[in-house]
């Protein structure tokens, strides 16, 4: 049983996350400040509600697991939406690359200048 606390509060801002479910425009891009979430970043790190997701619009995949490429859904996504800046949260392990990878692809077929910023975290919850 666990201890009895204090409700945390969800950054969660918009419903779904899944990129493979999100809608290619809704209202929640417009002017957003995204961040594009490897799957099992928000397990490692501990805060990551709080640290990354607050007041940003989540997208979440698994390079690996999902075995698709997003670039032509982010690209969709980048090129019809007003988006501010793109964080993208991925683990140390090689796989996770894809996500960055299909990120950086989407923003330059978009042909917008949005700027990127990587988080790589550990298995043990450190940003590295």
């Not at 490897?38 to 397990?43: H, L, N």
């Not at 698709?68 to 140390?92: C, D, G, H, P, W």
């Given at each position: ?32 400040d995204l ?84 988080v790589i ?8």
């Amino acid at each position: 049983h666990a201890p009895e606390t204090a409700p945390i509060p969800s950054g969660l801002t918009n419903f779904p996350v899944q990129i493979k479910l999100a809608p290619i425009n809704g209202p929640w891009f417009d002017g957003a400040d995204l961040l594009i979430a490897a799957d099992c970043t928000a397990f490692a790190y501990g805060n990551f509600h709080n640290e990354f997701m607050k007041d940003k619009t989540t997208l979440i995949a698994c390079p690996k697991l999902d075995g698709v490429n997003y670039a032509e859904k982010l690209t969709q996504i980048f090129a019809n939406n007003n988006v501010a800046s793109v964080t993208v949260a991925r683990m140390t392990v090689p796989c996770c690359g894809g996500i960055e990878f299909a990120v950086r692809k989407a923003i330059e077929n978009s042909g917008k200048d949005i700027p990127i910023n990587t988080v790589i975290i550990s298995p043990d919850g450190k940003v590295v």
